[in-house]
């Protein structure tokens, strides 16, 4: 059975930037192409996808609150997704999931990330705290 950890969430004032890591384990197999995406859910809001990247071509695909400050990548070889968070504000306060769903196409990745609610079919982590302070 597929795991997914988060880790680097923290504390950081506003300006700062974070990275966080989720470590894949248990299913590493290539039987289906995936989408890798990090949500992120605030306090009293609807969990929100804010980022994701398709697995067999590497495009990435980003929400409109994080575009040009934010960061997916992944590393195959360590089975790891990151996401680079720069210049990140207060309202960036949040506990972040990482997750993983099936996606056969490039739009459909998308979709997933993007358009499918708060919790789009898939795998998924515990989550990490992130907080921004002014």
């Known amino acids: 059975q597929v795991q997914l950890v988060e880790s680097g969430g923290g504390s950081v004032q506003a300006g700062g930037s974070l990275t966080l890591s989720c470590a894949i384990s248990g299913d590493t197999t290539n039987t289906y192409s995936y989408c890798m995406g990090w949500f992120r859910q605030a306090p009293g809001k609807e969990r929100e996808g804010i980022a994701s990247i398709y697995t067999p071509n590497g495009d990435t695909f980003y929400g409109d609150s994080v575009k040009g400050r934010f960061t997916v990548s992944r590393d195959t070889a360590k089975n790891t997704l990151y996401l680079q968070m720069n210049s990140l504000k207060p309202e960036d306060t949040a506990m972040y999931y990482c997750?993983?769903?099936?996606?056969?196409?490039?739009?459909?990745?998308?979709?997933?990330?993007?358009?499918?609610?708060?919790?789009?079919?898939?795998?998924w982590g515990q989550g990490t705290q992130v907080t921004v302070s002014s």
């Open positions: 997750a993983r769903g099936r996606a056969s196409t490039v739009p459909s990745c998308f979709t997933w990330t993007l358009l499918s609610g708060p919790r789009p079919d898939g795998d």
